[in-house]
């Protein structure tokens, strides 16, 4: 039955999509487009004239917004020659901006709250530009994948130099829920209360959860305990309830592996049920939407934690933070894939 395998198949259709372009697509130069030929000449004379970092990432910032900007209007006006032209428009001007932050030393120039204003318009291009993928045809949505993957590159190049070195290594940026590998499964069958953070208590109700909704609905709980706890500490606030805090005697690192590990135990609970067939496929729906309203709103408040990592200069919390902030990308999209999937049954 096609709802038992929908889900294993979201990681191929974006290679497929690829594959289908490279005979259907018109031809687009695959040289780097020169600054000459991306900037208006005034901004080329001002961005030439700027020795400061940040000036010249802010330059271009404005100048990537101008072109996300016409590729809505070129979206909305159907005109594929013109979208091919905007997206290598701003592949081109996502390279440039890596090139300049790779060549940048000054930490203070990395660190600058234009950095941060950069990154988090890609954050939010990213899931612009998936929405705008969907109205043109599946066999014209390959060169969006590629703008993404060229942001999301920069934007992670943009998450190291203000969390304070490299990070690991990126994602395959491809939208879908995460494949089932021994990275992921030998943690989850060995434990989750002592080997991903969760309270006894919480691993109890894992564990009595045998209905995928149930389940889903235990992991969400434990992802927001996670973020309500750190949003406390970050506010300085005292503990309230009469009950003693479940929560008190974990670190911010505790608190975000967590979090990851539960929105990872999520997407493999969907992935099994619906690959197995064992779940109905109204269970199999009311899960993933239940997680893409919950993700929607973990998202947002992920991101004031960065200002932690940037003022503790935690190497450790960062790269904790980038795993949770991948791990929500990646559910966020597989959900939505998978909701689009199931508008048929």
């Known amino acids: 039955m096609r709802y038992s395998v929908f889900l294993l198949c ?54 990537l917004e101008a072109n996300a900007r016409l590729l809505v209007h070129h979206v909305d006006g159907r005109n594929m020659a013109d979208i091919y032209r905007s997206l290598a428009a701003l592949r081109g001007l996502a390279f440039h901006s890596l090139q300049e932050s790779l060549a940048e030393e000054n930490r203070k120039e990395l660190r600058h709250k234009e950095v941060k204003r950069l990154e988090i318009w890609l954050r939010k291009a990213e899931e612009d530009f998936e929405d705008l993928k969907l109205e043109v045809p599946l066999e014209n949505r390959g060169q969006f994948e ?121 997407m493999i609970n969907i992935d099994e049920k619906a690959s197995s067939g064992m779940e ?22 992920l991101d004031p934690i960065k200002q932690i990592v940037i003022d503790r200069q935690d190497e450790r919390l960062g790269e904790k933070l980038m795993a949770a902030m991948k791990a929500s990308d990646m559910a966020k999209k597989g959900a939505e894939l998978g909701l689009a999937e199931t508008d048929d049954w």
């Not at 994602?171 to 089932?180: H, W």
């Not at 997680?291 to 709103?297: E, F």
Request: hydrophobic share 35%; net charge neutral.
């Open 10 to 63: 979201i990681l191929a259709w974006s290679s497929l999509g690829r594959l289908r372009a490279q005979n259907e697509e018109p031809q687009v130069p695959q040289e780097r487009i020169s600054l000459e030929e991306l900037l208006p000449a005034k901004t080329l004379k001002q961005y030439q004239k700027e020795e400061k970092y940040h000036n010249r990432i802010k330059i271009l910032r404005k100048v």
């Open 146 to 266: 590629d703008t993404n993957r060229v942001l999301e590159e920069l934007r992670e190049q943009l998450l190291r130099q203000l969390f304070g070195q490299a990070l690991g290594s990126r994602s395959d940026g491809r939208a879908g829920f995460l494949p089932l590998t021994t990275t992921v499964r030998p943690a989850l069958a060995q434990g989750l209360w002592d080997r991903d953070k969760f309270t006894e208590e919480e691993f109890v109700m894992i564990q009595l959860g045998q209905k995928l909704v149930k389940r889903v609905e235990a992991f969400l709980m434990i992802a927001e305990n996670r973020l309500v706890e750190i949003e406390r500490r970050m506010e300085g606030k005292e503990w309230e309830e009469e009950e003693p805090n479940p929560l008190e005697l974990y670190t911010y690192e505790d608190l975000l592996y967590a979090y990851t590990r539960a929105i990872e135990g999520i």
């Open 280 to 301: 109905p496929p109204e269970d199999i729906r009311k899960s993933l939407k239940m997680l893409k309203k919950a993700i929607n709103k973990f998202i947002p408040r």
